[in-house]
């Protein structure tokens, strides 16, 4: 069973920075397209970033020129770099991976969750002053 493990969530003043990382002992991440979700309190998960297995990138535009999705090989991590965070980035953070070279759909123009079989079990991140 894949496990995919997130990890450097917390809380942060706005404008502040965090990074997240999502791994997994399972698999070479390199093969597969990895999305990192997010999901805010009362609100329905949406997609933050997307990083495809050619390394192209998908940002939501809430998140533009804000996050940096990239890819780790050495450590087999994508990490999620969040900079001038605001409260309303507040949310539980999931990274998921999707089917992979053979089966996988990758980011599209927009990640779809139908499109990402295996979720992390999430990190929260807090922004407020």
């Known amino acids: 069973q894949v496990q995919l493990v997130e990890s450097g969530g917390g809380s942060v003043q706005p404008g502040g920075s965090l990074r997240l990382s999502c791994t997994t002992s399972?698999?070479?991440?390199?093969?597969?397209?990895i999305a990192w979700f997010r999901q805010a309190p009362g609100k329905e998960r949406e997609p933050a970033a997307c990083?495809?297995?050619?390394?192209?990138?998908v940002y939501a535009d809430s998140v533009k020129g804000r996050f940096t999705i990239s890819r780790d090989r050495a450590r087999n991590t994508v990490d999620l770099q969040m900079n001038n965070l605001q409260p309303e980035d507040t949310a539980v953070y999931y990274c998921?991976?999707?089917?992979?070279?053979?089966?996988?759909?990758?980011?599209?123009?927009?990640?779809?969750?139908?499109?990402?079989?295996?979720w992390g079990q999430g990190t929260r991140i807090t922004v407020s002053p």
């Open positions: 998921a991976v999707d089917g992979g070279l053979e089966y996988g759909q990758g980011c599209g123009e927009v990640p779809l969750i139908t499109d990402f079989g295996s």
């Open positions: 990083i495809n297995t050619d390394d192209t990138t």
């Open positions: 399972t698999f070479p991440l390199r093969y597969y397209s």
